[in-house]
């Protein structure tokens, strides 16, 4: 009797890995096609790749806290202006450099870029410059203030001076 008892519990293991098992290589099917579909769409999950141009929605990490939703908008209204300003973060010094504090919000191929949702200094520049262009400066002058102020939190980003206005 105690084999038989021994055997069925050997069986009933066997069935339960074989389940588990079933159901690990379901799970990785349904990952890998997630992976090819994203993988498809440019690499970007869609809530990344909406077009910021667009106007579209703003991807989840913008809306981490007030500041950094505010920052996003701002970006997305002042585009050409975000791209007059340095940053100061050190994103200027990464693998994929950002070349301006527009480059901290969106990509250039106009997709969100979530660096800027985790960065204090990104946020800080950005509501800084909304606040001195409501202000009446000049892009140059707004340019003035960021490096004057933000200078001494790390390298920039290679911004070409503002020459005009």
């Not at 910021?52 to 585009?79: C, D, I, K, R």
């Not at 791209?83 to 301006?100: D, E, L, Q, R, S």
Request: hydrophobic share 40%.
């Amino acid at each position: 009797m105690k084999q038989n008892d021994t055997a069925r519990g050997g069986r009933r293991r066997l069935h339960n890995g074989i389940r588990v098992a079933a159901v690990a290589a379901v799970v990785a099917v349904v990952a890998g096609g997630a992976f090819l579909w994203v993988a498809a769409r440019g690499g970007n999950p869609p809530s990344e790749s909406v077009a910021a141009q667009a106007g579209g929605e703003l991807p989840a990490f913008a809306h981490t806290s007030s500041e950094t939703l505010a920052a996003y908008q701002s970006a997305v209204a002042n585009q050409d202006l975000f791209m007059k300003m340095p940053c100061y973060c050190g994103c200027g010094t990464h693998a994929i450099a950002h070349h301006n504090l527009n480059e901290c919000f969106i990509k250039p191929d106009g997709t969100y870029e979530s660096h800027a949702a985790g960065c204090q200094i990104c946020i800080k520049i950005a509501a800084d410059v909304v606040k001195w262009q409501s202000q009446g400066l000049s892009a140059k002058d707004i340019r003035q203030n960021v490096d004057s102020k933000y200078s001494r939190y790390g390298p920039s980003t290679d911004t070409p001076p503002v020459t005009d206005g």
